[in-house]
C-alpha cells in the first residue's frame, strides 16, 4: 500500500511538473506582486519590466485609493519622488551635448537668483551631490542641541520657513530658493557628498537660464517625449489628474495612515511628478539605448566618483538610500553591491515610494512604484523580480 501511494505521488509530481513549468512569465510577476502586497502592508503596488527595449509586464495590485475602494491599475499615477532627480539630470546632459551648459562654470552663471557663496558651486556639484548645499534639516536635534533663546528662535524660524514650503503651491523654479538660497555651505564644494534636493533645486534654475525654456517645457521637449513617456506630468496640487493615486504613510508598528500634507510643487525637479511604471521602465530603455543621450554621456553619468568622497558612509543611514555600497554619478544611483551591473534611482516621499533599476547585462529595466511611505523592500523586490524576469527572458531565447 505505502509502495503503491509513493508511486502515486511520484506520477503526480510528473503530471504537475509540466503545468508548473507552462505558467507563464506575467502570472510569475503577478504573483510575486501579490505576495509583496500581503507582506509589506503596503495598499498597492504597481510593477513594469522591459526587455531588449519592449515592455512585457505591466500590472498592480491593490488600493488605488483606500477610502473610495478605487482599485490600483497600469494606469494609476504615483508620485516619483527622488526618481525626478534622474530625469533632470537626463535634461542637464543633453543641454551640455548641445554646447548650451558649462557644467564646471559657476552656477550664478545661468541662475542669478542664487547669490555667490564662499566657494564657487558648478552645475557638476549640482548633479552629483557634492555642492555642499544643505540638505533636509533635523530641526528636532538642532532644537535640542540649542543652547540658547536666541539659537532655539532662529532654528523655529527656519523650520517654519521650511514647513511652509512644502504646503506652499510654486509656479515657477525661483520662488522655492528662497527657503535656503542664503544659508551657508556646509563644506567646500567638491571635497565631500551630502544629498541634497535642494540642490536639485537650483539646477532647475541653472537649466532655465540655459536652455531659456521654463523647466516642463524643457524636461518634455528633451527627455519626456523622446522617450514616449505619456503618463508622467508635474504633480500640481490644484490640477485634477485622472488617475492619480491618493497617498498612505505605514509607520513602523503603527496602523497605515494618510499620507502627510506635502504641496511638492517647490520639489519640482528634486522629486515632483507623477508617472507609471510603464513610463519608467520606458524611460530607463531610452536612457540605455541611447535614444537620449550618446553612450559617452551615459558613461560618465553612471561611472560613479574616481574616490569615495569623505561623506559617503553617511549614506548607509541615509533614510532614502540604497544600502551603503552604493554610489552616485550624475542624477543615478549605482548599485555595485549587486552580482551585475544596476544603475537606476530610488525615492520616498510623502504618500509614495519608488524605484526604477536598469540591470544592462540583461537588457532589463524594471519599476516598482507605490502609494505608501515606509514600503522598506523594494529593493529586495526588485531582485526577486529580476531573477524571475532574467528566468522569463531565458526561456524566451530557448536557452
Known sequence: MIRCLFYLLLALDALMAP???????????????????????????????????????????????LEQNVAATKHTRYRTASVSKWFTATAAMTLWEAGK????????????????????????????????????????EELAAAATDERREDVERR????LLGMVTRYTDSVAPLENFKDDA???????????????????????????????SELLDTRVLG?????????????????????????PRSATLRRADLRDVSENLAAGGHLTTAT?????????????????????LMTAGPASEPAGIDDYASWRFAVPSASYYGYGVMLFPHETERWIGHTGRQAGASSIVVLVPEKD?????????KGWNG????????RDIAAAGTRESDGT
Open 101 to 140: 551648459l558649462d557644467l564646471d562654470a559657476p552656477v550664478e552663471a545661468y541662475c542669478p537668483a542664487f547669490p555667490e557663496k564662499r566657494w564657487p558651486v558648478t552645475t557638476r556639484q549640482l548633479l552629483t551631490h557634492t555642492s555642499g548645499i544643505r540638505g533636509y534639516a533635523d530641526y528636532a
Open 159 to 162: 523650520r517654519s520657513r521650511d
Open 226 to 250: 523622446p522617450a514616449g513617456l505619456t503618463a508622467t506630468v508635474s504633480d500640481d496640487a490644484w490640477a485634477i489628474i485622472r488617475h492619480r493615486a491618493a497617498g498612505y504613510r505605514l
Open 19 to 65: 503545468l508548473a513549468a507552462a505558467t507563464s512569465l506575467p502570472e510569475r510577476l503577478n504573483q510575486a506582486l501579490m505576495d509583496e502586497l500581503e507582506r509589506s502592508g503596503a495598499p498597492s503596488l504597481q510593477l513594469a519590466v522591459a526587455w531588449r527595449g519592449e515592455v512585457v509586464f505591466e500590472g498592480a495590485v491593490g488600493h488605488a485609493d
Open 378 to 385: 523594494y529593493l529586495g523586490f526588485v531582485r526577486t523580480v
Open 364 to 372: 532589463l529595466a524594471i519599476a516598482v512604484l507605490s502609494n505608501v
Open 185 to 215: 555651505l556646509v563644506f567646500e564644494p567638491g571635497s565631500d557628498w551630502l544629498y541634497s534636493s535642494y540642490g536639485y533645486r537650483v539646477l532647475a534654475c541653472v537649466l532655465e537660464g540655459a536652455s531659456g525654456l521654463g523647466y
Open 279 to 299: 513610463d519608467l521602465v520606458r524611460f530607463g530603455s531610452a536612457y540605455q539605448s541611447g535614444q537620449l543621450l550618446a553612450a559617452d554621456t551615459v558613461e
